[in-house]
């Protein structure tokens, strides 16, 4: 009869949730919230343990299995770039189950499964997470960057609120204030509607009506604390006009950027990528 400690399963499953969740969001260079991830954590471990329960046995069906990582992603990771971060985060989880019932058979373990979880020595899950991780990070984020550069995680403050989100950092952008010679960087609105109170979210919203000019100044209305201005930019023989803000503080990878504005993007920028902003160091 096998014995199950309910606080070694939720604690061992939550820590390895965590860290899977992590790995993931680091191969696809998404910037996620901590609390996100520990939230999601628990939900798996909670699912391994209930699953567990002699009454409760229908929960390893495999369908609900993979209604439980779905879930775990949406917790996770933003919802509008869902199906990569959910596809490695079940490729990481099957290569961390592999590794485990590997190691365990060359130490001579009894390794077993139960549910989303796998229990047994916790030196041959760690030795199994660090290779998983190792691997892993060799052959996914290899794949996952491109050409162009590198990805960023930004964090962007106002007063009380802020937002994180992920940047590309694009050798061919060389988008500047003209009068101030201030960088520029380009971030989907989305992605800053959290700097905003209710008026200004809603101007956002609606930015694909407003020609630039009327965007600057309903913002500016509406949103007193934040200075806005009107960059020129010109790209693809177009040209036209963005608006920008300088926010109380802007990182990239936790370095403070003094010199750096944030331009409104109308439209997306990514065709579903790991990134929602534009920058040029």
Not at 73 to 83: D, E, Q, S, T, V
Not at 94 to 112: I, R
């Amino acid at each position: 009869m096998k014995v199950v400690y309910a606080d070694s399963v939720l604690l061992i499953n939550g820590v390895i949730n965590y860290l899977i969740l992590l790995l993931t969001a680091r191969i696809c260079d998404i910037c996620v919230k901590r609390l996100r991830l520990i939230l999601s954590a628990a939900a798996g471990g909670l699912y391994a343990l209930l699953s567990e329960l002699p009454p409760l046995a229908f929960l390893l069906s495999p369908f609900l299995k993979v209604s439980v990582a779905v879930l775990m992603a949406l917790i996770a990771f933003p919802r509008r770039r869902l199906i990569r971060p959910l596809l490695i985060f079940l490729a990481v989880s099957a290569a961390f189950a592999g590794a485990v019932m590997a190691l365990g058979t060359l130490a001579g373990e009894k390794m077993g499964s139960g549910g989303v979880y796998i229990y047994g020595d916790l030196r041959i899950l760690v030795l199994a997470f660090a290779a998983c991780y190792c691997l892993m990070a060799l052959v996914l984020r290899r794949a996952g960057k491109r050409a162009a550069g590198g990805y960023a995680g930004v964090e962007v403050r106002q007063g009380q609120r802020r937002v994180r989100f992920n940047a590309l950092y694009d050798t061919g952008s060389s988008l500047s204030d003209p009068v101030t010679g201030e960088r520029v960087m380009v971030a989907e609105g989305e992605e800053l509607l959290g700097l905003f109170s209710g008026p200004g979210r809603r101007i956002i919203e609606d930015r694909r009506k407003l020609e630039p000019d009327e965007l600057f100044l309903k913002l500016s209305a509406a949103e007193h604390k934040i200075k806005f201005r009107l960059i020129p930019y010109s790209a693809l023989g177009t040209s036209g006009l963005l608006v920008a803000m300088k926010p109380d503080y802007i990182g990239i990878d936790g370095v403070r950027q003094e010199d750096l504005l944030i331009a409104i993007s109308p439209t997306d920028l990514s065709d579903g990528g790991p990134y929602s902003a534009v920058f040029n160091i």
